[in-house]
Structures are given as C-alpha cells and as structure tokens.
C-alpha cells in the first residue's frame, strides 16, 4: 500500500515536471483579480494595473520617478494651459485598427462619465485635436501636474468601443453593476490581449503580436493570473512551484521565502502613507496642539517598522516620501517618551484621559497590530484608548461617520505628488469644494489651504516645491496627524524572473517588459 | 392526505420567508457594497446616487417586497462583484463544491470501512490502538489546520502535491457549466489535499461507528450460532457481521454529508477552491449582499424541499404522521 501511494506520488511528481517546462508563461497570483476589462468603471490599483498590461498612457512613471514616452513620444509647452503630445505612429490596437489622435481624445471624454475617474480629470478643459497624431491638452488653470496626470491618459479603442452591443446597450457604457460591453472585451494598444477571463477565477493574457514596442526585452508569451486571497496559501502556491509571481508578501513569511533557493523576495518603496487622525471635535483634548504633539513623541513609529513591519516600510514624519516635491529631509520621526511625557504635564493633562479608537483589519498591511500597539504606546502617557478593529467593508461607513476620537487612513497620492495628500487628508473639510474629503481629524488651518491651492496652479516648479515644503512643515509643528510609515510593495518569485527591472513604487508591475529566463 | 401535503408545503414556504426576511435583517449590518465598487476619490454624494439607482436607500418593507416580486420571478437579483445574476453565480460554482464533497465522500468510504472493521475484529493489536488513537486526534484537529498542515508538507516542502485552486478542468456536458476535475490527471491531484481535509472531519467519527456497530453485532445471537455452524471466518465477518453493521452507518452518513456542505466553507477558502463556499465567505468580505441573500435563498430551499418530501413520504409509509398532525 505505502510503496503504490509513493509510487504514484512519484509519477505525479514527474508530470507536474512536465507541464513547467513549457517556458515563457508564467502563472501569477494575486490577493484579488481585475473587477473588469472595462479601465474607467473604478479607480484602483488593481484597475491601473490591468490597465498597464492591455493598454499603454501616453506616458508612463519609471522606476526613478521620471517620465517615460509611451503612446506620446515628445511633449512641449504650448502656453501656461496647453501642452502639446506627439503621438506615436505605427500603433496597432487589438482589434486591428490604427491607433490615432481620435483615440486619445475619445478615451478622455469617456472618463467625464466615469464617477471614478471624473474627479481625477477636473482640471482639465479637454483635449484638442491638431492632426492625427498630435493633440493638445487643455487645463483650466496653470496646472503643473499635467505629465503626472498624463499617466492616466490611456488610449481604448474607439472603434472598437463604438456602437450597440447585443443587449442594446452602447458599448462604451460604463457600467458598475450588471453586464456591459466593455466589462468583457477589451482592445487596447498594450502588451498583452485577454484570451480568457473568468472573475474572480483566472484571466488568460496572450502576448500581442503586433505590439509596437519591439525595443521592449519582455519575452511573456503567456500570463495567467489568479486571485489567492489568503496570504498562507499565496505564499505556499509559490513555494510549492503552482505559481511563478505573487504579490503582496506579507512581512511574517519574508524569512521563509528569503531562505528557499528557488524563489526571491523583492520590495520597492511605495508612497501610502499609514496615519491617525485626531478628532478635535470630538475630543477637545485634541484641539491642544501640546496634547497631540505629546502623542506623537509618544509613537515609536520606527520600532513598529522593524517589529511589526519586519522593516518592510519606511519610518514616515511628513506625509510624502522621498523624490515627492514637498519631501523636506530636516523632518525626522520624533519619538521621545520623556518629551511626550513632559508635553502632556505641561497641558494639564499628566493624568490622561480616555479615548475610542478605530481601525480596519483587512485594507492596509498589518493594520490591526499596528492599531494594537498604538494602544500600548499611547498607554504609557496615560492616554486610554478604547481601540475597536473591524473589516473594510464596515470601516469606512464609521470613519465618514466620524464615529471615534481617533481613526486610521492609509494615503496614495493619485498624481504621485504631495498636495493631493493635503488636498484630501489635511485641507479644513468642506463638502462644497470637496477638499478635506478624508479629513476625519476636523484639523482646519488657513494658510496650508492657501498654500494647497497656491501649489495646485503654480508652474514653477521650485517655487512649488517651496510651497508644498511649508504645507509639510506646518503640519509637523502642528501635529497635525499621527505619521506611521510608507507602506513598501513586496513580490516574491522563482529565480529565474526578471522581477527588479519592471517594478516601481506606484506598484505597476510592468509584465509586458517581464524577462524569463 | 391532501390536506396533509398541503399543510406541509405551506409550512415549508412560511420557514422560507423567514430565512428571507433573517437574510434581509442583516444584510445593512454586513457594510455598504457600493464602496466596494468605487474608488477612494468619489465623494459621499456620488455613492448616494449609485445607492439610490441600487434601490438600497429604500425602505426595508418595500426593498423586501420589491425582492419577493422579483422571486416570485425567478430573479435573486444581480452580485454586484460577479456583475451577473446571483443565482448564475451561484449555479456556476456548485459543481466545484458537489465535487469537493464527493471525492471527500469517496475517501471516507474506502478508508472508514476496512479500518472499521479491523479495529473491531482485532481490539487490542497495535494496529488498532494506534489507529483509535490517532482518529481522536483526527477529530479534536480543526479544519483549517489540517488543511495548512497538508500543504506545508505536501506542497511547500515536499513539492508532491499542488496547494491551491482545482487545476485543469474539462468541460462535463458540453455546456461549460460542470467543469470536472476527475477526468484530468492534474484534476485529480489537486482534488487529493482538499478532499483529505475536508474528510478528516469525518473520517474518525465513522471509524468509530462502524467499530462500535460492528463489536456490537459480534456479541449476537445469530453470530455466535454461525460460529458453531463452523462457517468460515471471512464469512461470517463480511457477509453476516459487516451487512448488518451497515444498516445505521448508512443513515448517519446521509446525514453528515449535509453538515459536511457546511465544512466546505473553511476548506475551500484554505485551498483557494473556487466553490459555493469560497463564495459565500468572498461575499461576506465584499459585502456583496444580493448574492449573500441568494446564496441563504438557494441553500434554504434546498434544504427545506429536501425535508418537505421526506415529511410527505414519510406521510405516505406511515399514517400515523398524518394523523398526529391532525387536530
């Protein structure tokens, strides 16, 4: 009996040998899978990155932060509110057709009625065709992220994407709920084609033969992905050889991974930013900027990173990372027990008081330990902290509520730029203009919105950079929010993958420039 | 007997209405679906009108009638992740789960009746103690863990068997709706790990029946009387001890194959098995709430049909059901 089960075992062994040879196709397994073919029905990393795979922008981020030509291949300032893109030649879509300024334009109107993507494009008046492969865009105001936002700029089909479909729906309806044309069928100018897609089990990508970067190296014919949801079973399909890429790693298995001769491990710096925000209306404890000051000495920000985060993040004391043009080096994490100790005699408050806490437990890495300890150290300046955890499909509705004194939020700048992190976190919340969106801490301070809308409508980029440096330097004397860390992006794969070369910190894995060995 | 098919089929629909109405009570707890579709930039007022188009801003009274219409249809609504009817989705994932519970089904057949029988045969060789010992552990070893243990040994560091999803599928009616792993080999080897966690629930629980009904039917009368007949061994063990043991194994196994459904929740979100129950648990987090009713709706009304007849056939070889019920 113990000699046939090996025996067959052994056989099975010999075929799964079989079946992985069949090289330059790789199997990659994400927390969760593209919700749609359709790029514009929400706006998501999961989203963005599909949209990287089939589709290509105008241009793209590279992995120093700077910009590379894609569908545009030159760019010039025509004034303060017009940039003229030259477009590339020779483009083929998936369909066949001949990609042409038509397209750019088209695909930008499109977002005006995407929910997701039509506040994202606000400041822009449209887009103007000049010949067919030369556009102009056009913004309202002097705007000095038109290239950060050009990323965004991808180019569908739009004859493709014209017309009825057989449910006498246009077949550029944006849908979010129920069938669609575009949910299933996809013509973009991207490296890779859907052959197959069945949600929330697998999507089959092929390589696009008429591709038109031939410089790129990627040498992916094929690309399966599928969504493994518990982090256990993601790690242990790579170990076990099932599939060849998966990404996130969570920081608990990083030793395990590191230690297997077959696979590696390798991390990027990302720019989400993880902070607490004190609810000064709820807690007029909080309106005392000696209090919160106290609270932040109080966070052994860099001690979470190197426990909790096994160092798979970056300390944070501002809200941008490093290459953003409001980062200011003299910011540093301020940890100091004793200071915080001090600050909250000198308010009156060396007794403490009690408090309630709010934090999901399944949106950002380690979340719920993070919100834990937090409770600990704030326990130690006799602040009591009643923390309540939950799932992020109940999270947000209690933090929109306000429902606690003090609530966690993650943030990634949409422009990769940091006044969009003071435009929805620090900016006094306002639902008319929409500024503050996520501003549960209720901090309200006139000049950092001057400086914020200042920032948005000046081209000069040092002059911005001044400005946006002061917006960092305020809400750090000011304590404006408790800073944790910037989350890094972590992926493990078999040796044999080119992973470094096509990751970057907007956690956009460039797989159509994937090299296999 | 009319009147009694009658009264039990009114029930039947009353205890469906109230798993309705249970699922509707909890369905605003669960979170908001609509966060779920959007992106963090949308504001309050943009998820209000999508809220608003859902119908979710409603009433309870009249978002419930409005779904009973709609059942009374045949329409449990669209899954707002799968962005098709729920009762599609539903459908479309049962054959993973039918199949999961068979191969489990199959494993504690073959393995509980020879182990069943030998440790009753044979109490005290070492054999059977290890094997009683080791079926107590079986049985105080949850689900997931078991599941976990599998895979670190036979996927991570055995590299012998894979450790996540159903592997290659064929196509079993030509419709692509029952997408079979038994008829691959690849199939097949990802059928092993999940259907030896989900059995090892089981497993122990029927070694020890079978051993128990077994010794049991050893000590009868007619055995004892075989023996002095001088009938051989293998007979008396197989065809006149075993036959008669299997009588109450067989009814306790039709019950536990139901509980056994339940099970399947845990081991398919360990294995990643993309089945009724890695949906249900994927809705809860999702909060995909018009597949969670839909799933409470299908699984319900199985359950209950499956009572209701019973009650009626019983009503049929037993009169005296009919005439308790009876005022």
């Not at chain 1, 426990?307 to 993040?313: C, E, F, S």
């Not at chain 1, 992190?421 to 919340?429: G, N, P, R, V």
């Amino acid at each position: 009996m113990k000699k046939m089960m090996m025996l067959v075992l052994g056989l099975f062994m010999v075929m799964s040998v079989g079946f992985s040879a069949n090289a330059k196709t790789i199997t990659v397994g994400l927390d969760a899978d593209p919700v749609s073919l359709d790029i514009h029905v929400q706006l998501s990393g999961g989203m963005l990155q599909l949209s990287h795979w089939c589709f290509d922008p105008l241009v793209r981020w590279t992995k120093e932060m700077t910009f590379e030509p894609r569908l545009a291949t030159s760019w010039e300032r025509i004034n303060e509110y017009r940039m003229r893109f030259h477009l590339r030649k020779g483009v083929k879509f998936h369909s066949g057709n001949t990609f042409t300024a038509k397209d750019v334009k088209w695909t930008f109107d499109r977002m005006r009625n995407s929910v997701d993507y039509k506040g994202l494009i606000e400041p822009f008046v449209g887009i103007a065709i000049v010949d067919d492969y030369t556009v102009d865009i056009i913004t309202a105001k002097p705007y000095a992220l038109l290239l950060n936002m050009a990323t965004y700029f991808f180019a569908m089909d739009s004859a493709f994407y014209t017309g009825m479909d057989e449910n006498g729906q246009p077949k550029d309806a944006i849908v979010k709920i129920g069938p669609s044309f575009a949910l299933n069928n996809a013509s973009g100018t991207g490296p890779f084609t859907v052959t197959s897609r069945e949600h929330g089990v697998k999507v089959v990508f092929e390589r696009f033969k008429d591709y038109w970067d031939t410089n790129s190296p990627g040498n992916v014919d094929k690309m399966v992905i599928t969504p493994i949801k518990e982090d256990a079973t993601r790690v242990a399909a790579l170990l076990s050889g099932d599939v060849d890429f998966i990404t996130p790693v969570p920081p608990q298995d990083f030793k395990r991974i590191e230690s297997d001769p077959n696979v590696k491990l390798v991390t990027c710096n990302g720019g989400r930013i993880i902070t607490l925000q004190m609810n000064q209306e709820r807690r007029p404890e909080f309106k005392d900027v000696r209090v919160r000051q106290a609270m932040v000495y109080a966070i052994n920000n860099a001690g979470i990173v190197s426990k909790i985060m096994k160092g798979t993040a970056t300390v944070a004391a501002q809200q941008g990372p490093e290459g953003y043009a409001g980062y200011k080096p003299e910011l540093t994490p301020r940890y100091d027990l004793a200071k915080a100790k001090a600050l909250m005699k000198e308010a009156g408050l060396e007794k403490g008081f009690e408090c309630t806490m709010i934090a999901p437990n399944n949106r950002y890495v380690n979340d719920e330990k993070i919100a834990e300890a937090t409770v600990q150290m704030l326990a130690k300046i006799n602040i009591k902290v009643n923390l309540k955890t939950m799932p992020k499909a109940q999270y947000w509705d209690e933090f929109d509520a306000r429902a606690a004194d003090i609530q966690m939020i993650g943030w990634h700048s949409d422009t990769e730029d940091s006044g969009n992190f003071t435009e929805f976190l620090m900016m006094c919340a306002d639902k008319a203009t929409g500024y503050g969106q996520y501003n549960s801490g209720l901090y309200c301070n006139k000049r950092v919105d001057e400086l914020t809308l200042a920032a948005q409508s000046e081209v000069d980029l040092v002059k911005r950079a001044d400005l946006l440096k002061e917006i960092e330097q305020i809400l750090y004397d000011e304590a404006a929010f408790i800073p944790f860390h910037w989350q890094n992006h972590s992926y493990a794969g078999k040796k044999e993958l080119g992973i470094a070369p096509v990751i970057n910190s907007m956690n956009f894995p460039y797989f159509g420039d994937m090299v296999v060995e | 007997m009319f009147a009694f098919i009658i009264r039990r089929i009114t029930q039947a629909i009353f205890v469906m209405l109230i798993i309705s109405m249970v699922g509707f009570a909890i369905k605003n707890k669960i979170g908001d679906p609509v966060r779920d579709l959007v992106g963090e930039r949308v504001t309050a007022e943009e998820r209000a009108i999508i809220r608003d188009r859902l119908g979710l801003n409603d009433s309870f009274t009249a978002q419930y009638v409005r779904f009973l219409g709609n059942v009374a249809k045949g329409d449990l609504g669209q899954s707002f992740f799968y962005k098709k009817p729920a009762l599609d989705v539903i459908v479309g994932k049962a054959p993973a789960t039918l199949e999961l519970v068979f191969g489990a089904a199959l494993i504690i057949v073959l393995v509980s009746m020879p182990l069943g029988v030998y440790t009753a045969l044979k109490p005290r060789s070492f054999m059977s103690r290890f094997v009683m010992g080791f079926s107590t552990l079986g049985v105080s070893m949850p689900v997931f863990l078991t599941a976990i243990m599998l895979i670190y040994i036979f996927g991570v560091n055995l590299h012998w068997l894979p450790s996540y999803g159903r592997g290659e599928t064929v196509d079993l009616f030509g419709n692509g709706w029952w997408q079979t792993g038994f008829l691959t080999t690849d199939g097949l080897i990802h059928l092993i790990l999940p259907c030896i966690s989900l059995a090892s629930i089981m497993l122990p629980l029927f070694i020890r029946l079978i051993r128990s009904e077994m010794m049991e039917v050893l000590e009868t009368e007619y055995i004892k009387y075989a023996w002095a007949k001088g009938l051989s061994p293998m007979r008396i063990w197989l065809v006149h001890a075993f036959k008669n043991t299997l009588l109450p194994v067989v009814t306790v196994f039709g019950v536990q194959i139901g509980i056994m459904f339940a099970f399947t929740i845990l081991t398919e979100t360990v294995f990643q098995w993309q089945g009724m129950g890695y949906m249900f648990l994927e809705a809860v987090e999702r909060s995909d709430i018009s597949l969670l009713i839909a799933y409470l709706i299908v699984v319900g009304s199985v359950f209950v049909m499956v009572n209701t007849l019973v009650d009626i056939l019983y009503g049929f070889i037993n009169p005296t059901v009919r005439i308790a019920g009876r005022k």
